[in-house]
């Protein structure tokens, strides 16, 4: 079992950056390829970014790509992701996903409850 917290989220201007972080507990969190996704209200979720178990592989949202950086500590459990020039578009609710042994689709192992983040025009 694997939980996730996710923290760091809140209200922005447009331009402004924030670190989102996503404390995962257990002792297998290098196992997991970890992940970002996002859900705007009346939206499906999306996803934004994910990192692979040893941090090798990355992949972004097109529309994040160049602003928002994901990385992992194993060493502190946590994975970041890193939004700078935020937009309103950005605007959503922020979740952290876990996927054993790959990076984090559609359908993940473990969700952690979300992180609001607002970005204001």
């Known amino acids: 079992q694997v939980q996730l917290l996710e923290s760091g989220g809140g209200l922005v201007q447009a331009g402004d950056s924030l670190r989102l972080s996503c404390a995962a507990s257990g002792r297998t969190f290098s196992s997991y390829g970890m992940g970002w996704f996002r859900q705007a209200p009346g939206k499906e979720r999306e996803f934004v970014a994910a990192?692979?178990?040893?941090?090798?592989?990355?992949r972004y949202k097109d529309s994040v790509k160049g602003r928002f950086t994901i990385s992992r500590d194993s060493a502190k459990n946590t994975v970041y992701l890193q939004m700078n020039s935020l937009k309103p578009e950005d605007t959503a609710v922020y979740y952290c996903?876990?996927?054993?042994?790959?990076?984090?689709?559609?359908?993940?192992?473990?969700w952690g409850q979300g992180t609001q983040v607002t970005v204001s025009s």
């Open positions: 996903a876990a996927k054993l042994f790959v990076i984090p689709t559609t359908n993940n192992d473990f």
């Open positions: 990192i692979s178990t040893n941090g090798g592989y990355i």
